[in-house]
């Protein structure tokens, strides 16, 4: 069960419910495979409001390993996520609104 105090979401993938968090290591690994310098950085990339679908796979495979899912991006590419596109994005935003708060869409 997901801990909201702890930036923690739920979410449908690969047919379970997992739990997703941006930890201060998932948050590096962001920004080092995004190249976004910074938290800065990372929080400015995702407040434009463009999001590629490279950019959802590395959010959602960060706070999957953020929380202790051993699961590859690769993986998580090849999995269904409840709601498909829409609901990728959505587990995403709700993912980094959980991190930054709600400035970030």
């Known amino acids: ?24 290591g998932a948050l590096a690994e962001l920004e080092a495979r995004l190249q976004a310098g910074d938290l800065v950085g990372l929080s400015e990339r995702f407040a434009g ?5 490279r950019d959802l796979t590395a959010i959602i495979g960060a706070g999957l390993r953020g929380a202790g899912n051993a699961i590859a991006d690769d993986d ?30």
């Not at 909201?4 to 968090?21: F, K, M, N, S, T």
């Open 1 to 24: 069960m997901a801990n909201p105090q702890r930036g923690e979401i739920e979410a449908v993938i690969g047919g379970e419910r997992r739990v997703l968090c941006l930890t201060l």
């Open 49 to 53: 409001g463009r999001i590629s679908a």
């Open 76 to 105: 998580l590419a090849r999995m269904a996520i409840e709601g498909g596109l829409k609901g990728a994005a959505e587990v995403a935003a709700r993912l980094l609104r959980a991190t930054f708060g709600e400035a970030v869409e």
